[in-house]
Protein backbone atom coordinates (compact mmCIF):
# COMPACT_ATOMS: atom_id res chain seq x y z
CA UNK A 1 0.00 0.00 0.00
CA UNK A 2 3.10 2.38 0.98
CA UNK A 3 4.49 1.26 -2.11
CA UNK A 4 1.57 2.36 -4.08
CA UNK A 5 0.76 5.33 -2.11
CA UNK A 6 4.77 6.18 -2.66
CA UNK A 7 4.75 6.06 -7.07
CA UNK A 8 1.49 7.81 -6.76
CA UNK A 9 2.98 10.74 -4.98
CA UNK A 10 5.79 10.43 -7.56
CA UNK A 11 3.52 10.58 -10.49
CA UNK A 12 1.17 13.13 -9.12
CA UNK A 13 4.87 15.28 -8.40
CA UNK A 14 5.73 14.70 -11.56
CA UNK A 15 2.64 15.44 -13.53
CA UNK A 16 2.92 18.81 -11.66
CA UNK A 17 6.45 19.11 -13.03
CA UNK A 18 5.62 17.94 -16.55
CA UNK A 19 2.45 20.46 -16.13
CA UNK A 20 4.64 23.47 -15.15
CA UNK A 21 7.28 22.50 -17.75
CA UNK A 22 4.53 22.74 -20.57
CA UNK A 23 3.54 26.12 -18.95
CA UNK A 24 6.83 27.44 -19.05
CA UNK A 25 7.08 26.11 -22.51
CA UNK A 26 3.99 27.79 -23.31
CA UNK A 27 5.03 31.08 -21.94
CA UNK A 28 8.26 30.69 -23.60
CA UNK A 29 7.19 30.17 -26.63
CA UNK A 30 4.59 33.25 -26.15
CA UNK A 31 7.57 35.28 -25.90
CA UNK A 32 9.27 34.11 -28.56
CA UNK A 33 6.52 34.71 -30.76
CA UNK A 34 5.79 38.40 -29.47
CA UNK A 35 7.98 40.11 -32.21
CA UNK A 36 9.56 43.19 -31.05
CA UNK A 37 9.87 46.15 -33.08
CA UNK A 38 12.27 45.96 -35.89
CA UNK A 39 11.79 49.03 -37.73
CA UNK A 40 11.89 52.96 -36.65
CA UNK A 41 11.74 52.20 -32.86
CA UNK A 42 14.57 49.41 -33.53
CA UNK A 43 16.89 51.93 -34.93
CA UNK A 44 16.71 55.04 -32.94
CA UNK A 45 18.43 55.21 -29.60
CA UNK A 46 15.47 56.30 -28.04
CA UNK A 47 11.70 55.38 -27.91
CA UNK A 48 9.96 56.20 -31.33
CA UNK A 49 5.70 56.01 -30.46
CA UNK A 50 2.41 56.26 -31.35
CA UNK A 51 -1.14 56.87 -30.39
CA UNK A 52 -2.75 53.51 -30.45
CA UNK A 53 -6.67 53.45 -30.87
CA UNK A 54 -8.38 50.51 -29.56
CA UNK A 55 -10.47 50.04 -31.61
CA UNK A 56 -8.44 50.02 -34.41
CA UNK A 57 -6.20 47.68 -33.21
CA UNK A 58 -8.89 44.92 -33.13
CA UNK A 59 -10.35 45.54 -36.54
CA UNK A 60 -7.34 46.89 -38.64
CA UNK A 61 -4.93 44.07 -39.08
CA UNK A 62 -2.77 46.32 -41.40
CA UNK A 63 -2.89 49.61 -38.71
CA UNK A 64 -1.96 46.63 -35.94
CA UNK A 65 0.92 45.47 -38.13
CA UNK A 66 2.56 48.84 -38.80
CA UNK A 67 2.84 49.54 -34.83
CA UNK A 68 3.99 46.17 -33.95
CA UNK A 69 6.76 46.33 -36.34
CA UNK A 70 7.72 50.12 -36.11
CA UNK A 71 7.31 51.64 -32.62
CA UNK A 72 9.17 51.27 -28.98
CA UNK A 73 6.30 53.13 -26.95
CA UNK A 74 2.71 54.00 -27.37
CA UNK A 75 0.15 56.48 -25.98
CA UNK A 76 -3.44 55.38 -25.56
CA UNK A 77 -5.18 57.72 -28.15
CA UNK A 78 -8.73 57.73 -26.01
CA UNK A 79 -8.92 54.56 -23.44
CA UNK A 80 -6.75 56.43 -20.87
CA UNK A 81 -8.85 59.37 -20.64
CA UNK A 82 -10.92 60.20 -17.85
CA UNK A 83 -13.99 60.01 -19.91
CA UNK A 84 -12.85 56.58 -20.55
CA UNK A 85 -11.54 55.58 -17.13
CA UNK A 86 -14.28 57.23 -14.64
CA UNK A 87 -17.50 57.28 -17.33
CA UNK A 88 -19.66 57.36 -14.32
CA UNK A 89 -18.23 59.04 -10.43
CA UNK A 90 -16.28 56.78 -8.34
CA UNK A 91 -16.99 54.19 -11.26
CA UNK A 92 -13.69 53.27 -12.89
CA UNK A 93 -13.86 50.92 -16.24
CA UNK A 94 -10.40 49.64 -16.66
CA UNK A 95 -11.02 47.19 -19.97
CA UNK A 96 -9.89 48.62 -22.86
CA UNK A 97 -6.55 50.47 -21.30
CA UNK A 98 -5.86 47.03 -19.73
CA UNK A 99 -6.13 45.49 -23.06
CA UNK A 100 -3.97 48.04 -24.68
CA UNK A 101 -1.21 47.47 -21.92
CA UNK A 102 -1.30 43.99 -22.80
CA UNK A 103 -0.56 44.07 -26.43
CA UNK A 104 2.15 46.72 -25.73
CA UNK A 105 3.72 44.06 -22.96
CA UNK A 106 3.60 41.29 -25.85
CA UNK A 107 5.07 43.48 -27.82
CA UNK A 108 8.09 45.03 -25.93
CA UNK A 109 6.57 48.71 -26.15
CA UNK A 110 6.48 51.35 -23.16
CA UNK A 111 3.26 52.62 -22.65
CA UNK A 112 3.24 56.44 -21.82
CA UNK A 113 -0.03 57.57 -19.38
CA UNK A 114 -2.25 60.53 -21.35
CA UNK A 115 -3.26 62.52 -19.54
CA UNK A 116 -4.61 62.03 -15.93
CA UNK A 117 -5.75 66.24 -16.01
CA UNK A 118 -6.99 67.74 -19.17
CA UNK A 119 -9.91 69.99 -20.24
CA UNK A 120 -10.84 67.58 -23.15
CA UNK A 121 -12.88 63.95 -22.69
CA UNK A 122 -14.69 64.22 -19.50
CA UNK A 123 -17.33 62.85 -18.43
CA UNK A 124 -20.41 64.37 -18.42
CA UNK A 125 -20.68 63.74 -14.81
CA UNK A 126 -18.03 66.43 -14.14
CA UNK A 127 -19.35 68.77 -16.30
CA UNK A 128 -22.33 69.04 -14.52
CA UNK A 129 -20.84 68.86 -11.34
CA UNK A 130 -21.80 70.87 -8.33
CA UNK A 131 -19.57 71.28 -5.27
CA UNK A 132 -17.43 74.09 -3.34
CA UNK A 133 -13.80 74.03 -4.05
CA UNK A 134 -13.16 71.65 -1.68
CA UNK A 135 -15.31 68.84 -3.61
CA UNK A 136 -13.68 69.67 -6.45
CA UNK A 137 -9.83 69.02 -5.14
CA UNK A 138 -10.86 66.12 -3.88
CA UNK A 139 -12.27 64.81 -7.52
CA UNK A 140 -9.20 65.99 -9.26
CA UNK A 141 -7.02 64.38 -6.30
CA UNK A 142 -9.15 61.20 -6.54
CA UNK A 143 -9.01 60.18 -10.50
CA UNK A 144 -5.45 60.86 -10.16
CA UNK A 145 -4.81 58.78 -7.07
CA UNK A 146 -7.00 55.63 -8.29
CA UNK A 147 -5.78 55.73 -11.81
CA UNK A 148 -2.36 55.94 -10.92
CA UNK A 149 -2.50 53.42 -8.26
CA UNK A 150 -4.22 51.30 -10.83
CA UNK A 151 -1.73 51.16 -13.37
CA UNK A 152 1.27 51.36 -10.38
CA UNK A 153 4.43 49.68 -11.86
CA UNK A 154 2.96 49.04 -15.48
CA UNK A 155 2.50 52.98 -16.76
CA UNK A 156 5.61 54.41 -15.78
CA UNK A 157 4.82 58.36 -17.15
CA UNK A 158 2.44 60.22 -17.20
CA UNK A 159 1.09 63.38 -18.71
CA UNK A 160 -0.29 64.72 -15.48
CA UNK A 161 -1.49 68.04 -16.63
CA UNK A 162 -2.42 68.88 -20.62
CA UNK A 163 -2.58 71.92 -21.73
CA UNK A 164 -3.37 74.53 -19.30
CA UNK A 165 -2.22 77.32 -21.01
CA UNK A 166 -3.68 79.91 -23.46
CA UNK A 167 -0.32 81.06 -25.77
CA UNK A 168 1.71 82.69 -22.52
CA UNK A 169 1.40 81.80 -18.90
CA UNK A 170 -2.40 83.18 -18.97
CA UNK A 171 -3.85 79.68 -17.96
CA UNK A 172 -7.05 78.51 -20.01
CA UNK A 173 -10.04 78.74 -18.68
CA UNK A 174 -10.76 75.41 -18.19
CA UNK A 175 -13.26 73.48 -15.73
CA UNK A 176 -10.39 72.38 -13.32
CA UNK A 177 -9.43 76.36 -13.56
CA UNK A 178 -12.86 77.82 -13.08
CA UNK A 179 -13.12 75.69 -9.74
CA UNK A 180 -9.56 75.37 -8.25
CA UNK A 181 -7.97 78.17 -9.61
CA UNK A 182 -4.42 78.58 -11.11
CA UNK A 183 -2.99 75.82 -7.81
CA UNK A 184 -4.41 72.95 -9.63
CA UNK A 185 -1.80 72.24 -11.49
CA UNK A 186 0.56 72.40 -8.36
CA UNK A 187 -1.95 70.14 -6.58
CA UNK A 188 -2.18 67.55 -9.48
CA UNK A 189 1.44 67.31 -9.33
CA UNK A 190 1.59 66.49 -5.61
CA UNK A 191 -0.91 64.19 -5.74
CA UNK A 192 0.45 62.39 -8.80
CA UNK A 193 3.61 61.97 -6.78
CA UNK A 194 2.09 61.04 -3.79
CA UNK A 195 0.31 57.97 -5.54
CA UNK A 196 3.28 56.86 -7.60
CA UNK A 197 6.58 58.02 -6.07
CA UNK A 198 8.38 55.98 -9.14
CA UNK A 199 6.81 57.31 -12.02
CA UNK A 200 7.92 60.29 -14.46
CA UNK A 201 5.67 63.31 -14.42
CA UNK A 202 5.03 65.52 -17.43
CA UNK A 203 3.44 68.95 -18.55
CA UNK A 204 1.99 68.42 -22.14
CA UNK A 205 1.04 71.29 -23.91
CA UNK A 206 0.94 72.44 -27.81
CA UNK A 207 2.47 75.22 -29.80
CA UNK A 208 5.71 74.84 -27.72
CA UNK A 209 7.80 75.15 -30.49
CA UNK A 210 5.71 77.72 -32.23
CA UNK A 211 7.64 80.90 -31.44
CA UNK A 212 8.70 81.46 -28.05
CA UNK A 213 5.68 83.54 -25.88
CA UNK A 214 3.88 79.99 -24.97
CA UNK A 215 7.20 78.16 -24.44
CA UNK A 216 8.56 81.16 -22.05
CA UNK A 217 5.05 81.01 -20.37
CA UNK A 218 5.36 77.40 -19.67
CA UNK A 219 8.56 77.31 -18.61
CA UNK A 220 7.72 80.25 -16.12
CA UNK A 221 5.04 77.87 -14.98
CA UNK A 222 7.32 74.93 -14.70
CA UNK A 223 9.67 77.61 -12.62
CA UNK A 224 7.28 78.66 -10.07
CA UNK A 225 6.12 74.66 -9.26
CA UNK A 226 9.88 74.37 -8.90
CA UNK A 227 10.14 76.88 -6.53
CA UNK A 228 6.97 75.44 -4.50
CA UNK A 229 8.95 72.20 -4.33
CA UNK A 230 7.05 70.67 -6.83
CA UNK A 231 9.21 68.14 -8.96
CA UNK A 232 8.37 68.11 -12.20
CA UNK A 233 10.26 65.50 -14.34
CA UNK A 234 9.28 66.04 -18.55
CA UNK A 235 7.84 68.48 -20.69
CA UNK A 236 6.13 67.26 -23.80
CA UNK A 237 5.56 68.98 -26.62
CA UNK A 238 2.75 67.72 -28.46
CA UNK A 239 4.25 69.56 -32.00
CA UNK A 240 0.99 69.66 -33.96
CA UNK A 241 2.84 71.21 -36.22
CA UNK A 242 2.35 72.59 -40.01
CA UNK A 243 5.17 73.03 -42.46
CA UNK A 244 5.79 76.76 -42.03
CA UNK A 245 6.96 76.69 -38.12
CA UNK A 246 10.59 77.41 -38.79
CA UNK A 247 13.13 74.85 -37.52
CA UNK A 248 15.04 77.66 -35.58
CA UNK A 249 11.82 77.77 -33.12
CA UNK A 250 11.67 74.34 -32.59
CA UNK A 251 15.69 73.73 -31.92
CA UNK A 252 15.17 76.67 -29.75
CA UNK A 253 11.92 74.95 -27.74
CA UNK A 254 14.09 71.55 -27.68
CA UNK A 255 16.72 73.13 -26.00
CA UNK A 256 15.60 75.64 -23.91
CA UNK A 257 13.35 72.60 -22.11
CA UNK A 258 16.85 70.51 -21.80
CA UNK A 259 19.09 73.05 -20.52
CA UNK A 260 16.01 73.38 -17.33
CA UNK A 261 16.97 69.74 -16.79
CA UNK A 262 13.62 68.50 -18.32
CA UNK A 263 13.12 64.90 -20.15
CA UNK A 264 11.84 65.79 -23.61
CA UNK A 265 9.07 64.31 -24.60
CA UNK A 266 7.87 65.20 -28.30
CA UNK A 267 4.39 63.65 -27.53
CA UNK A 268 1.95 63.90 -30.36
CA UNK A 269 3.55 64.92 -33.61
CA UNK A 270 1.93 65.54 -36.28
CA UNK A 271 3.24 67.31 -39.60
CA UNK A 272 0.22 69.14 -41.64
CA UNK A 273 0.86 69.74 -45.32
CA UNK A 274 -1.62 72.31 -45.07
CA UNK A 275 0.21 75.85 -43.73
CA UNK A 276 -1.05 77.84 -40.78
CA UNK A 277 -3.27 81.07 -41.55
CA UNK A 278 -2.07 80.48 -45.19
CA UNK A 279 -3.52 77.78 -46.75
CA UNK A 280 -5.89 75.44 -45.43
CA UNK A 281 -7.46 73.76 -48.38
CA UNK A 282 -5.63 71.42 -50.22
CA UNK A 283 -7.05 68.49 -51.93
CA UNK A 284 -4.58 66.66 -52.36
CA UNK A 285 -0.75 65.62 -51.22
CA UNK A 286 1.87 66.92 -54.12
CA UNK A 287 4.84 65.84 -54.48
CA UNK A 288 7.06 68.58 -53.21
CA UNK A 289 4.34 69.59 -50.18
CA UNK A 290 5.78 65.40 -49.20
CA UNK A 291 9.40 66.30 -49.80
CA UNK A 292 8.83 69.51 -47.61
CA UNK A 293 7.11 66.86 -44.57
CA UNK A 294 10.30 64.63 -45.90
CA UNK A 295 12.78 67.65 -45.08
CA UNK A 296 10.63 68.69 -41.83
CA UNK A 297 10.66 65.57 -40.03
CA UNK A 298 14.23 64.46 -40.89
CA UNK A 299 15.19 67.99 -39.69
CA UNK A 300 13.30 67.80 -36.18
CA UNK A 301 14.99 63.82 -35.46
CA UNK A 302 18.46 65.29 -36.23
CA UNK A 303 17.44 68.23 -33.57
CA UNK A 304 16.35 65.96 -31.27
CA UNK A 305 19.34 63.69 -31.18
CA UNK A 306 21.27 66.90 -30.40
CA UNK A 307 19.55 66.74 -27.04
CA UNK A 308 21.56 65.05 -23.99
CA UNK A 309 20.54 61.05 -24.30
CA UNK A 310 19.33 60.91 -20.99
CA UNK A 311 17.14 63.94 -21.64
CA UNK A 312 15.70 62.07 -24.69
CA UNK A 313 12.39 60.45 -23.30
CA UNK A 314 11.04 59.90 -27.31
CA UNK A 315 9.34 61.14 -30.00
CA UNK A 316 5.84 59.98 -30.58
CA UNK A 317 3.45 60.48 -33.72
CA UNK A 318 -0.92 61.06 -32.71
CA UNK A 319 -1.66 57.99 -35.54
CA UNK A 320 0.57 55.95 -37.98
CA UNK A 321 -1.41 56.12 -41.51
CA UNK A 322 -2.74 59.92 -43.11
CA UNK A 323 -6.53 57.72 -42.95
CA UNK A 324 -5.85 57.69 -39.01
CA UNK A 325 -5.41 61.14 -38.16
CA UNK A 326 -7.30 62.80 -35.18
CA UNK A 327 -7.03 65.72 -38.34
CA UNK A 328 -9.31 64.26 -40.54
CA UNK A 329 -12.32 64.49 -38.32
CA UNK A 330 -13.44 67.57 -40.21
CA UNK A 331 -14.23 66.07 -43.33
CA UNK A 332 -13.69 69.10 -45.32
CA UNK A 333 -10.58 69.22 -44.52
CA UNK A 334 -8.33 67.07 -45.95
CA UNK A 335 -4.57 66.36 -44.07
CA UNK A 336 -1.95 63.90 -44.42
CA UNK A 337 0.70 64.88 -41.44
CA UNK A 338 2.11 61.07 -40.30
CA UNK A 339 4.60 58.68 -41.98
CA UNK A 340 2.36 56.11 -43.18
CA UNK A 341 -0.13 56.77 -46.16
CA UNK A 342 -3.43 55.69 -46.25
CA UNK A 343 -2.51 52.21 -47.59
CA UNK A 344 0.36 52.19 -44.55
CA UNK A 345 3.01 52.05 -47.27
CA UNK A 346 5.56 54.35 -46.22
CA UNK A 347 5.67 58.04 -47.27
CA UNK A 348 8.75 60.23 -47.94
CA UNK A 349 8.10 61.21 -44.19
CA UNK A 350 9.30 57.74 -43.34
CA UNK A 351 12.51 58.05 -44.82
CA UNK A 352 12.96 61.69 -43.63
CA UNK A 353 12.75 59.89 -40.09
CA UNK A 354 15.51 57.25 -41.18
CA UNK A 355 17.60 59.84 -42.42
CA UNK A 356 17.18 62.27 -39.06
CA UNK A 357 18.29 59.09 -37.48
CA UNK A 358 21.53 58.77 -39.17
CA UNK A 359 22.76 62.92 -39.69
CA UNK A 360 25.90 63.53 -38.32
CA UNK A 361 25.53 65.39 -35.38
CA UNK A 362 27.28 68.95 -35.53
CA UNK A 363 26.60 70.42 -32.21
C1 LIG B 1 -7.57 63.62 -29.64
C2 LIG B 1 -7.79 62.23 -30.19
O1 LIG B 1 -6.87 61.99 -31.22
C3 LIG B 1 -9.22 62.10 -30.72
O2 LIG B 1 -9.47 60.74 -31.03
C4 LIG B 1 -10.23 62.58 -29.70
O3 LIG B 1 -11.49 62.61 -30.28
C5 LIG B 1 -9.88 63.97 -29.20
O4 LIG B 1 -8.56 63.96 -28.69
N1 LIG B 1 -4.25 67.02 -27.80
C6 LIG B 1 -4.22 65.93 -26.99
C7 LIG B 1 -4.82 64.65 -27.45
O5 LIG B 1 -3.61 65.98 -25.91
O6 LIG B 1 -5.32 63.88 -26.39
C8 LIG B 1 -5.89 64.88 -28.49
O7 LIG B 1 -6.32 63.63 -28.99
C9 LIG B 1 -5.35 65.78 -29.59
C10 LIG B 1 -4.93 67.10 -29.05
Known amino acids: MRHINLTYTKL ?18 TAACARRPTGL ?24 ATIEREFTSITAEDVMKMDSLQPRPNEFTWASADALLRFARQHHQRVHGHALV ?3 A ?21 HIT ?35 GPGYVAHAFQYARQADPEALLFYNDFDLENGPSKLNGTLRLLARLKAQ ?9 QMHASLNVPFSSITEAFQK ?11 EMDVQLNRYGQNDALTQPTPALLAEQRDYVRTV ?63
Open 12 to 29: FRSSRLGCYSVWFALLLL
Open 41 to 64: GAQASFPVGTCVNLNKLRANPAYR
Open 118 to 120: WSG
Open 122 to 142: LPKWVLQFKGDTAAWDQLLRQ
Open 146 to 180: TTMHHFKGRVKAWDVVNEALENDDTFNRTIWYEHL
Open 229 to 237: GIKVDGVGL
Open 257 to 267: IAAQGYLVHVS
Open 301 to 363: VAAYRKLPPAQQYGITFWGVSDGDTWLRSNPRHPEWPLLFDDKYQPKPAYEGFREGLTAPLTR
